[in-house]
């Protein structure tokens, strides 16, 4: 035997005979990250992307260093330089970037946040972060959906783009950022706002969507508008026993009968119309109430909040607010109300066929035989914060044939879903970032 293979063999059989209990040894043995978590015949994406899930960045006090030391050792491998940038106190927005041949050019954002929402463990079947696999290639996880895999979607496509030695027009920037799940105000709405960020001159921006449970992906080109309400009734106080006039009760009943009865109709908008989905009808949610000291002390103050979600073809200040002061001066003397999230840009991002992002965007996907359905997005993402300064965002996350359970217990994804995802955004990022100059790249 060659005196390099023989080293080779002896470093092997050292390696085999320290490794820990439960850990395969992958034949690569030159690639640290597979030592340490791969799995013998595991794609090592799907490795990287369980590896990744394992770590807690998760709320109320996400282990964002672990997420910056991770994205650190990936920038390495990729041989991409990566930037850190301090939107708060501990709250650090990282951009690697993989430069473009013709970097004057507007660039090309991947987006995706770091954090997880919070788990019930004891409705999970499986530890929320071990990211179990099943037998049928299910992994289990909190962020398997929301959005640790479109995270290493992103890393794994440009690795293999890289790989292959192809050559982009535009500059690829993979943003990672915190906080998008307790509102992205120490994270995007922030990052947006600062000179950095204008340094990274975006022309386009992907990020997160939902799950699609049928054959078709579904795309996101705007949000509903969050607005968090709080109304406060006041009202006489007095003994428990007596008919006291004007209690904060009765004024409390009103508003809520005109929140909840403006509900139901827009249920009914919702279950009567068939091209209706989620996002173009406003939810209301009454979500917490307070009030009261005693069994026998009519409260001098009772409090609601609601969760309002509103389509952003709704006229917000003309129209909406003006109906929740209506309803107030209904309910009721002295009735006012504060905001603690009130939403109000509107804009969307163009899904015409003449618009050179989108076609750039829907023509791959029909390239790979993939059908989009194109919503408005219930909820809130950090899109909201791109698309409120002007740029163009689609939230897409390459799931379909996946029930949607993002926030939910048991989150999970299909391994297979998961790979497949990364050829969907190998072809987007070649397309996305070869989209010819046009007028707003001058
Ligand atoms: C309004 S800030 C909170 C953001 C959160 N996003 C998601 C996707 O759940 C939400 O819509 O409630
Ligand atoms: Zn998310
Ligand atoms: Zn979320």
């Given at each position: 035997?060659?005196?390099?293979?023989?080293?080779?063999?002896?470093?092997?059989?050292?390696?085999?005979?320290?490794?820990?209990?439960?850990?395969?040894?992958?034949?690569c043995?030159?690639?640290?990250?597979q030592?340490?978590?791969?799995?013998?015949?595991?794609?090592?994406?799907?490795t990287?992307?369980?590896?990744?899930?394992?770590?807690?960045?998760?709320?109320?006090?996400?282990?964002?260093?672990?997420?910056?030391?991770?994205?650190?050792?990936?920038?390495?491998?990729?041989?991409?330089?990566i930037?850190?940038?301090?939107?708060?106190?501990?709250?650090?927005?990282?951009?690697?970037?993989?430069?473009?041949?013709?970097?004057?050019?507007?660039?090309?954002l991947?987006?995706?946040?770091?954090?997880v929402?919070?788990?019930?463990?004891?409705?999970?079947k499986?530890?929320?972060?071990?990211?179990?696999?099943?037998?049928?290639?299910?992994?289990?996880?909190?962020?398997?959906?929301?959005?640790?895999?479109?995270?290493?979607?992103?890393?794994?496509a440009?690795?293999?783009?890289?790989?292959?030695?192809?050559?982009?027009?535009?500059?690829?920037?993979?943003?990672?950022?915190?906080?998008?799940?307790?509102g992205?105000?120490?994270?995007?709405?922030?990052?947006?706002?600062?000179?950095?960020?204008?340094?990274?001159?975006?022309?386009?921006?992907?990020?997160?969507?939902?799950?699609?449970?049928?054959?078709?992906?579904?795309?996101?080109?705007?949000?509903?508008?969050?607005?968090?309400?709080?109304?406060?009734?006041?009202?006489?106080?007095?003994?428990?026993?007596?008919?006291?006039?004007?209690?904060?009760a009765?004024?409390?009943?009103?508003?809520?009968?005109?929140?909840?009865?403006?509900?139901?109709?827009?249920?009914?908008?919702?279950?009567?119309?068939?091209?209706?989905?989620?996002?173009?009808?406003?939810?209301?949610?009454?979500?917490?109430?307070?009030?009261?000291?005693?069994y026998?002390?009519?409260?001098?103050?009772?409090?609601?909040?609601?969760?309002?979600?509103?389509?952003?073809?709704?006229?917000?200040?003309?129209?909406?607010?003006?109906?929740?002061?209506?309803?107030?001066?209904?309910?009721?003397?002295?009735?006012?109300?504060?905001?603690?999230?009130?939403h109000?840009?509107?804009?969307?991002?163009?899904?015409?066929?003449?618009?050179?992002?989108?076609?750039a965007?829907?023509?791959?996907?029909?390239?790979?035989n993939?059908?989009?359905?194109?919503?408005?997005?219930?909820?809130?993402t950090?899109?909201r914060?791109?698309?409120?300064?002007?740029?163009?965002?689609?939230?897409?996350?390459?799931?379909?044939?996946?029930p949607?359970?993002?926030?939910?217990?048991?989150?999970?994804?299909?391994?297979?879903?998961?790979?497949?995802g990364?050829?969907?955004?190998?072809?987007?990022?070649?397309?996305?970032?070869?989209?010819?100059?046009?007028?707003?790249?001058?």
């Amino acid at each position: 035997m060659f005196p390099v293979l023989q080293s080779l063999r002896g470093l092997l059989i050292l390696i085999q005979s320290v490794k820990p209990k439960n850990t395969q040894l992958c034949t690569c043995f030159f690639f640290p990250r597979q030592l340490k978590t791969g799995t013998m015949g595991e794609d090592s994406s799907v490795t990287l992307f369980r590896e990744y899930l394992r770590l807690r960045t998760v709320h109320p006090e996400p282990d964002y260093d672990a997420a910056l030391r991770f994205l650190d050792g990936i920038a390495e491998e990729l041989g991409l330089p990566i930037k850190k940038i301090e939107v708060c106190p501990g709250r650090v927005v990282s951009v690697m970037t993989w430069e473009g041949t013709n970097p004057s050019l507007k660039t090309i954002l991947l987006n995706s946040h770091t954090d997880v929402v919070p788990v019930y463990q004891e409705h999970w079947k499986y530890d929320a972060f071990a990211a179990v696999k099943d037998s049928e290639g299910n992994i289990f996880a909190r962020g398997t959906q929301d959005m640790k895999s479109v995270t290493i979607q992103y890393i794994e496509a440009v690795r293999r783009l890289k790989a292959e030695g192809k050559k982009l027009m535009r500059t690829i920037h993979l943003m990672f950022v915190p906080d998008e799940e307790v509102g992205g105000h120490k994270g995007m709405e922030t990052f947006v706002k600062l000179p950095e960020f204008q340094e990274l001159n975006i022309g386009f921006a992907l990020d997160e969507g939902l799950a699609n449970p049928g054959e078709a992906f579904t795309v996101f080109y705007g949000e509903r508008n969050p607005w968090w309400i709080t109304v406060r009734c006041p009202g006489n106080p007095g003994h428990g026993s007596r008919f006291v006039e004007n209690t904060a009760a009765e004024k409390l009943r009103s508003i809520i009968n005109s929140f909840l009865d403006f509900r139901e109709k827009e249920k009914g908008r919702l279950n009567t119309s068939e091209c209706f989905t989620l996002g173009d009808v406003t939810t209301v949610n009454m979500t917490m109430v307070k009030g009261g000291v005693a069994y026998n002390v009519i409260p001098a103050e009772m409090d609601v909040s609601f969760d309002l979600r509103i389509p952003p073809t709704v006229n917000l200040q003309v129209c909406f607010e003006e109906q929740i002061k209506q309803w107030c001066k209904e309910a009721g003397e002295g009735i006012t109300y504060d905001f603690a999230q009130k939403h109000m840009n509107q804009n969307m991002t163009s899904t015409d066929e003449s618009d050179p992002w989108w076609n750039a965007f829907s023509t791959t996907c029909k390239a790979m035989n993939m059908t989009l359905e194109k919503e408005i997005f219930p909820a809130a993402t950090d899109s909201r914060f791109i698309r409120a300064v002007g740029l163009p965002a689609i939230g897409f996350s390459p799931m379909n044939r996946t029930p949607i359970l993002l926030h939910d217990h048991n989150e999970f994804l299909n391994e297979q879903v998961f790979l497949k995802g990364i050829q969907v955004y190998e072809r987007l990022v070649v397309a996305l970032a070869n989209v010819p100059a046009m007028t707003c790249d001058a």
